[in-house]
């Protein structure tokens, strides 16, 4: 029996890739970063099996581009605001995230930013590494206080509650917004069920887990934050639509906030001339939020498992979309 026909859209580990194409006929995109959009669209023709990452836009063209013979998609991260859920589900074909895996991680990096952006550890460096640290100064790097201080968490899913966890660790008042109230957290944390604007205008630091989506985008916009305290700093590592960076960028320059700390932006990368890589009480790291060596290696076996399980037309074990199920009438 001829293997499945399979595209790899990203380098992945090794192990993943043996996997892969011990059971398929894979082709791996073989550089490092996303392919072109032109390259993608003809790598896809007559595939069966789709290993995609968040950068590559899944949508009717490339569906297309695919058809026929394509029956499952498997996106290597628990977001997929990259791919079109409800043409895959009209066509019955089956998506597939890796949810879970990254909770602990994220939530880590998140709290990272908290710390670096507040004590301005970024900057400090810098001013080492060019030899502009003369002495110590007793005025010298002021920074705000972590400890103590109010956390706004944006969106208390998984990666939300894991951040309130570490929040609590450090003694910090807990407030969230989210479309649902969690009375769980509520009663394990003590943390505060807000409005968004209350949230916003009492929080030290405003953390962002929310999902992309219509309701979301744009969501810290002008207006919002000009709720926010003027040492308040905003962390941002769900999506970078969430934020206008523009107003953004405005409120930073005008130190209408403390600071902002980012590890998703829109457009992503920002480009070298972006207005808020020229200015200092900004931080952007490269979309780490799950980049430590066991959550990549994990995301990636939870990826090829949804694979191979979407060729041999079992249930995947995360699938985005199960209603394809009762359409296809699969187990």
Same mark, same amino acid.
């Given at each position: 029996?001829?293997?499945?026909?399979?595209?790899?859209?990203?380098?992945?580990? *090794?192990? *993943?890739?043996?996997?892969?194409?011990?059971?398929? /006929?894979?082709a791996v995109w073989e550089r490092q970063g996303p392919s072109t959009r032109r390259v993608l669209l003809q790598r896809v023709k007559g595939i069966e099996g789709l290993l995609c990452t968040i950068s590559e836009k899944v949508d *009717?063209?490339?569906?297309?581009a695919a058809a026929p013979d394509l029956r499952v998609v498997s996106n290597l991260g628990v977001g997929f605001d990259n791919i079109d859920v409800p043409e895959l589900t009209r066509r019955g074909?089956?998506?597939?995230?890796?949810?879970?895996?990254?909770?602990?991680?994220?939530?880590d990096l998140a709290f990272g930013l908290i710390i670096a952006a507040s004590r301005r550890l970024v900057e400090g /460096?810098?001013?080492?590494?060019? $030899?502009?640290?003369?002495?110590? /100064?007793?005025? $010298?790097?002021?920074?705000? /206080?972590?400890?103590d201080a109010t956390i706004g968490i944006i969106g208390m899913g998984k990666i939300g509650t894991a951040v309130a966890r570490r929040a609590k660790g450090f003694g910090m008042r807990v407030l969230y917004h989210d479309l649902v109230r969690r009375r769980d957290v509520e009663a394990e944390l $003590?943390?505060?069920?807000?409005?968004?604007?209350?949230?916003?205008?009492?929080?030290?630091?405003?953390?962002?887990?929310a999902d992309l989506n219509q309701g979301t985008l744009h969501l810290i916009d002008a207006e919002r934050i000009r709720l926010m305290k003027r040492n308040s700093i905003l962390v941002n590592t769900a999506r970078g639509t969430i934020v206008d960076n523009m107003a953004l960028f405005k409120a930073l320059k005008a130190r209408r906030i403390r600071g902002a700390a980012l590890d998703v932006t829109d457009p992503e990368p920002l480009p070298r001339d972006h207005p808020l890589l020229g200015l200092d009480?900004?931080?952007?790291?490269?979309?780490?939020?799950?980049?430590?060596?066991?959550?990549r290696s994990k995301m990636a076996e939870l990826a090829v498992n949804n694979l191979l399980a979407g060729l041999e037309g079992k249930r995947l074990p995360n699938c985005v979309n199960p209603e394809v199920y009762v359409r296809n009438r699969l187990a």
């Open positions: 029996m001829a293997k499945a026909r399979v595209y790899v859209a990203r380098q992945l580990p *090794a192990e *993943a890739i043996r996997r892969i194409k011990s059971s398929c /006929d894979a *009717a063209e490339l569906l297309d074909i089956p998506l597939g995230n890796t949810p879970g895996v990254l909770t602990e991680t994220t939530a /460096d810098r001013r080492v590494r060019a $030899g502009k640290w003369r002495f110590w /100064d007793i005025t $010298g790097f002021l920074g705000e /206080d972590v400890h $003590g943390a505060v069920f807000s409005s968004l604007e209350g949230l916003l205008s009492e929080a030290d630091f405003v953390t962002i887990h009480n900004v931080l952007v790291t490269p979309h780490i939020g799950s980049a430590s060596v066991a959550t």
